[in-house]
T-cell receptor, first 115, second 113 residues
Framework: NAGVTQTPKFQVLKTGQSMTLQCAQD?????MSWYRQDPGMGLRLIHY???????DQGEVPNGYNVSRSTTEDFPLRLLSAAPSQTSVYFC??????????????FGEGSRLTVL | KNQVEQSPQSLIILEGKNCTLQ??????????LRWYKQDTGRGPVSLTI?????NTKSNGRYTATLDADTKQSSLHITASQLSDSASYIC????????????FGRGTSLIVHP
């Protein structure tokens, strides 16, 4: 069972470079989301999507872009990386319907360092 | 503003001992509360879910409680094992059409042999 797959697992960038973190899920979940996790701060929501073609901002969206062209994929783009974006990034998905309890299924994380 | 507060922030116990983690929330209306376990270097995984009508639920050595009146939950770990060393995250989902869950910052548990 693949579940939620994130790539890459590790990445080092220089300030100003751009990159895309990939997230794919094979559970046909409508809801997908990106979080960043920093020491002492817990998981903070960056962007989320409730279906293909629909995205919205979370708590800390600045410096990040997302798109949702298919149900399966939800990439996170850093347009011009900054040292403040050094963090561990998690993608999560869940069903999105009234009968769902909303259990989030997380990927294994992507550790990003911006020099 | 919806908030979830967890305590303690960190905890160190000896193997075989019991411990209790706390979660207080202000999310309203309330739909459910989940406890997730996050092992070092891994993504969080759901341990248990508590709904409004549930007071206690067990999952092996983990027992969760919920007091919806005081908006408090606890996670009790019995006879701790080294593999219990992890971060435990309390996540509350609101009702009334609000789908975005509110996360606590987690409790870091270290179990020493």
């Amino acid at each position: 069972n693949a579940g939620v797959t994130q790539t890459p697992k590790f990445q080092v960038l220089k300030t100003g470079q751009s990159m895309t973190l990939q997230c794919a899920q094979d559970m046909n979940h409508e809801y997908m989301s990106w979080y960043r996790q920093d020491p002492g701060m817990g998981l903070r929501l960056i962007h989320y999507s409730v279906g293909a073609g629909i995205t919205d901002q979370g708590e800390v969206p600045n410096g990040y872009n997302v798109s949702r062209s298919t149900t399966e994929d939800f990439p996170l783009r850093l347009l011009s990386a900054a040292p403040s974006q050094t963090s561990v990034y998690f993608c999560a998905s869940s069903p999105y319907d009234r009968g769902s309890s909303g259990e989030l299924f997380f990927g294994e994380g992507s550790r990003l360092t911006v020099l | 503003k919806n908030q979830v507060e967890q305590s303690p922030q960190s905890l160190i116990i000896l193997e075989g001992k019991n411990c209790t983690l706390q979660c207080n929330y202000t999310v309203s209306p309330f739909s459910n509360l989940r406890w997730y376990k996050q092992d070092t270097g891994r993504g969080p995984v759901s341990l248990t879910i508590m709904t409004f009508s549930e007071n206690t639920k067990s999952n092996g050595r983990y027992t969760a409680t919920l007091d919806a009146d005081t908006k408090q939950s606890s996670l009790h770990i019995t006879a701790s094992q080294l593999s219990d060393s992890a971060s435990y995250i309390c996540v509350v989902r609101g009702g009334g059409g609000s789908y975005i869950p509110t996360f606590g910052r987690g409790t870091s548990l270290i179990v020493h042999p």
